[in-house]
């Protein structure tokens, strides 16, 4: 082991700190003049011989043993100077014996060393006088503190004495102020107990003054209440029969409305007829327009043509021939436009009139109203007159074949 690595070995620093466990305040009177010598000698023992070892022919784990020993019996001391148990002695002694058999091993040189028993012994006898000289001292303070202690005893037993007497004397006291108390105590309680009576008489009679005025205030008031029902009662009834015959006001103007209404209904489907005929007629009018636009345009190309040096007879007859057959379906179109445009004046009429007739009516009495709704029934359902259009104007088919048989040999020309 190299010499720098043995000096700075742990072994050392458990050594000074076994040294300073031993240097604690009174922990020579607690450990005991014996081991304490024990330890201290230990201590001199192994620090002499560390001093004394060849360093590298020491191993490292020698010495780490040696430490480990030294700071379990450091451990042990401490614990013993903290809770004063005698085992941890027994084991701190254990734990060092190991440490010297470890370093009684360790090689030593041949040589003179400063380790001198006999100085150690001496130092042995000046602490055992030095310990004998502390025992007699505390010894003596012992005994100082117990003739104190004796004395203050007497002391304390005068003053027990003093105040069992005391004690004795307030006893005596207090029967005297508990036998006033309870004479005093039965003189309030006859007195609490008339005057009980009396207040309990008075309150009685109070509660019946009480209860014979409220049930007179309670009657009042139930008269009053009754009066002001019945009026309100009266007040309802009378604003009841106001509000039904209101009501009943309102059910007649309601039932002429509904009669109005009903006669809107019933007439709503002659207002979609004449819509429907008004658009056939605008349909057809429009169609009968166009025929006669068509069959005027061909007219005037073949007057046209007739004051040009070009003239073709028989383009010229074909054209006033598709002319003529125009004039069929243009005349049958206005023919039908005026149809649809009547059919639509007669129902906007029968809308109207139905309409009408039940405002008419309506302040008629009901049997007035009953025969004319009978005359209606019979003029509007089932009895209507046919309606007739002026045909003078149609054009037949046979008349167009005649037209056509007439033109057709020039055409064939």
Excluded: C
Excluded at 217 to 223: E, S, T
Excluded at 261 to 267: A, E, H, K, P
Excluded at 302 to 317: A, D, G, P, V, W
């Amino acid at each position: 082991m190299q010499s720098e690595n043995f000096t700075n070995h742990s072994v050392f620093e458990k050594l000074e700190q076994f040294k300073q466990a031993l240097e604690t305040e009174n922990a020579q009177e607690k450990i005991g003049i014996d081991n304490f010598s024990f330890f201290e000698t230990a201590y001199l023992f192994i620090i002499n011989r560390l001093q004394l070892t060849i360093p590298i022919l020491v191993q490292e784990a020698e010495l780490t043993n040696l430490a480990s020993e030294i700071e379990a019996g450091i451990v042990q001391i401490n614990s013993f100077l903290g809770n004063n148990n005698a085992g941890h002695i027994n084991n701190a002694i254990n734990n060092l014996n190991s440490a010297l058999n470890r370093v009684r091993n360790f090689p030593l040189p041949l040589a003179k060393t400063n380790f001198d028993f006999s100085k150690v012994i001496a130092s042995f006898q000046k602490t055992v006088e030095e310990a004998y000289k502390t025992i007699e001292a505390s010894n003596l303070k012992l005994q100082e503190d117990l003739q104190a202690t004796q004395q203050d005893l007497v002391d304390k037993n005068a003053q027990i004495a003093d105040l069992q007497q005391k004690l004795a004397n307030k006893e005596v006291e207090i029967q005297n102020v508990l036998s006033n108390y309870n004479t005093e105590f039965e003189t309030i309680k006859a007195n609490n107990s008339n005057t009980f009576k009396t207040e309990k008489k008075k309150f009685n009679d109070s509660i019946e003054a009480d209860r014979k005025a409220f049930k007179e205030l309670i009657d009042a008031d139930k008269d009053s209440y009754k009066q002001e029902y019945e009026k309100q009662k009266s007040d309802l009834e009378k604003q009841t029969v106001e509000t039904v015959k209101e009501l009943q006001s309102k059910l007649e103007e309601a039932k002429k409305i509904v009669n109005i209404v009903g006669n809107v209904g019933v007439t709503g489907n002659y207002q979609k007829i004449a819509e429907q005929h008004k658009k056939s007629a605008n349909s057809f009018r429009w169609l009968a327009l166009g025929f006669m636009v068509v069959m005027s345009g061909l007219l005037i190309y073949s007057i046209i043509e007739l004051s040009t040096s070009e003239f073709n007879l028989y383009k010229s007859l074909v054209r006033i021939l598709a002319a003529s057959v125009l004039t069929y379906p243009a005349i049958y179109a206005s023919r039908e436009s005026t149809k649809h445009r009547n059919l639509e004046t007669h129902n906007r009429n029968l809308e109207l009139e139905l309409a009408s007739i039940g405002p008419f009516i309506e302040l008629l009495p009901e049997a007035k109203k009953e025969a004319i709704k009978e005359e209606l029934v019979k003029k509007y359902f089932g009895q209507q007159a046919s309606i007739h259009f002026d045909n003078k104007d149609e054009v037949s088919i046979n008349g167009l074949e005649k037209i056509l048989k007439v033109i057709l040999p020039f055409v064939k020309k």
